[in-house]
């Protein structure tokens, strides 16, 4: 293999798969990136055995061929080269590859692309195409809650729901949950659940860039396929049975808040300063056209801050993970907020003044 190019466009292919590469690998070769050198193009994969990213990018190819290399080695060489260098890779001997730019010269150690394991090609039984923008959007909605390394597993990650017309983005870590909802014409007949690894989640939010072109998921076979005009993300599925979401958004409150949500997030935001480094507990307190915000910690410090708002029903005082509460306030465009109570034991339930399509369920603390 022997391929030519500017440093900024092998840079950006590199940049776009490294993130799925892991530090600490059991095989060798998973530290690597296949790279191969095909027609008038070079096509760069990474993989860690769930999640495989595909991109290519154009290239002058002197020498098809396909090789791996040591993915953060050649990303770091790259990086260090300055913008608009003249860069080629070849493959001098089995075994190696050297990177050459201007009057630098780097010997890596390759391993045979023969090796490199890929996932199976998907056999699609599902597909469907939103934009960039509708899909990010879904994501950047609820990914927040979804759980880091819990033991129900299903939980580590995203659920997208999907029915004949519309499309939802569920998760949860145990303690909240977010939903948002995409009303569109899928072509589906029937409806179909699909979890989606926290990692992939993370890896698509960071590469759609909001606008207007189009993504394909293509679903089937425990497996989701992603095409991004020249980038291709596959990822398993998690195996497993998601919690029964629209049980827990709860449907009939008697006690509605109304307020601006960039004043109730500063002060949540500052009250938190003194909150309990490990539990974040925040006490509101409700009464009419006023929302009392309190929290303390083992140092006896203590911080109170006072928010305007309408309150619809009686006065009442609850206890919050404060983190939990800000988490939803970020994630909401619009200017107002409305925060929907039962009582001190219930879930409250937080969404966009005149939009329903997201809702945050917060479980209640003791204080």
Do not use: W
Request: hydrophobic share 40%; no cysteine; net charge negative.
């Amino acid at each position: 293999m022997h391929i030519r190019h500017v440093r900024n466009e092998l840079l950006g292919a590199l940049q776009t798969v490294v993130g799925v590469v892991e530090r600490r690998q059991t095989l060798p070769i998973l530290s690597n990136v296949f790279l191969e050198a095909r027609d008038a193009e070079l096509v760069v994969r990474a993989t860690d055995l769930e999640i495989e990213m595909e991109v290519s990018t154009p290239v002058q190819n002197l020498k098809p061929g396909k090789v791996t290399a040591p993915a953060r080695k050649l990303y770091d060489i790259l990086r260090g080269l300055s913008e608009g260098a003249e860069i080629s890779f070849e493959v001098v001997e089995e075994g190696r590859m050297l990177v050459r730019s201007g009057k630098s010269r780097y010997t890596l150690a390759t391993l045979g692309a023969e090796e490199f394991p890929s996932l199976a090609g998907i056999q699609a039984d599902t597909q469907l195409t939103l934009t960039h923008k509708a899909l990010r959007d879904l994501i950047e909605r609820v990914s927040f809650a979804m759980a880091q390394q819990d033991v129900r597993y299903y939980l580590n990650g995203m659920l997208l729901h999907i029915g004949p017309r519309f499309v939802r983005a569920v998760a949860t870590d145990g303690h909240r949950l977010a939903m948002s909802e995409l009303l569109i014409e899928t072509g589906l007949k029937e409806e179909q659940q699909i979890i989606l690894p926290r990692k992939a989640v993370l890896e698509l939010a960071r590469l759609l860039d909001g606008g207007d072109a189009e993504v394909t998921l293509s679903i089937g076979g425990g497996q989701i396929q992603v095409q991004l005009l020249n980038l291709r993300i596959t990822s398993k599925l998690i195996d497993g049975r998601f919690p029964d979401y629209e049980r827990v958004i709860p449907d009939s409150q008697d006690r509605r808040v109304l307020g601006n949500r960039e004043k109730l997030r500063s002060a949540l935001a500052r009250a938190a300063i003194l909150s309990n480094e490990k539990f974040r507990g925040v006490r509101l307190q409700l009464e009419p056209d006023l929302l009392r915000i309190q929290t303390q910690n083992p140092e006896r410090e203590e911080a109170e801050e006072e928010v305007e708002v309408q309150l619809e029903g009686e006065s009442m005082e609850i206890g919050f993970n404060v983190t939990y509460l800000l988490d939803a306030l970020d994630a909401m465009k619009t200017e107002n907020f409305v925060l929907e109570l039962r009582g001190p034991d219930a879930s409250g339930l937080l969404f966009e003044a005149g939009e329903t399509q997201s809702k945050y369920v917060v479980m209640p603390m003791r204080l």
